[in-house]
T-cell receptor
């Protein structure tokens, strides 16, 4: 299967703490992307990291990519209750392959 | 620039009926993708189309399901003779370039299909 695997499946933290979620994949990739999905809504793109990049920042988001280990991590710093959502990694080959998702709950 | 528009948002069909889900990509986007999502699960790829052509339909069941993206008009995902197991959220996404060209996918709000 081309689908990525994410862990943890669910994560619950207090507001202000950092949240880290990981994604592993099996194929060679052009880039890896992270998306967010609020309950019952469509996915929203957060950040893209190319295969020749190791780290990228966007606001409170930090993404790392290790192509030798075929893995990526998404760090959300100083989390807020509004960050509560599901987060999916996606990697591109012939199409967009999505991971299984991490459900993040930030407790106010 | 309107986002990806999907309609209807909610669709109820009786077993054996046909379901037609529509997706209008963002302006200027010629690449369309359909995904299916069950509650608490990830997105399962169904089909990738690029204006009038099916590029990859490896995720779509061979029977009862079909997809098109005509030269004019929205992309249509068609499910014939629906069964209860077809109940799910169906998401459409579009992109301005192909997946191998470092582009992001823009998603619609989904169509929630309920088969009764």
């Amino acid at each position: 299967s081309q689908q990525g695997e994410e862990d943890p499946q669910a994560l619950s933290i207090q507001e202000g703490e950092n949240a880290t979620m990981n994604c592993s994949y099996k194929t060679s990739i052009n880039n890896l992307q992270w998306y967010r999905q609020n309950s019952g809504r469509g996915l929203v793109h957060l950040i893209l990291i190319r295969s020749n990049e190791r780290e990228k920042h966007s606001g409170r988001l930090r993404v790392t990519l290790d192509t030798s280990k075929k893995s990526s991590s998404l760090l959300i710093t100083a989390s807020r209750a509004a960050d509560t959502a599901s987060y999916f990694c996606a990697f591109t080959g012939n199409q967009f392959y999505f991971g299984t998702g991490t459900s993040l709950t930030v407790i106010p | 620039n309107a986002g990806v528009m999907q309609n209807p948002r909610h669709l109820v069909r009786r077993r054996g009926q046909e379901a037609r889900l529509r997706c209008s990509p963002m302006k200027g986007h010629s690449h369309v993708y359909w995904y299916r999502q069950l509650p608490e699960e990830g997105l399962k790829f169904m089909v990738y189309l690029q204006k009038e052509n099916i590029i990859d339909e490896s995720g779509m069941p061979k029977e009862r399901f079909s997809a098109e993206f005509p030269k004019e008009g929205p992309s249509i995902l068609r499910i014939q003779q629906v069964v209860r197991g077809d109940s799910a959220a169906y998401f459409c996404a579009s992109s301005p370039r192909g997946p191998q060209e470092n582009t992001e996918a823009f998603f619609g709000q989904g169509t929630r299909l309920t088969v009764v």
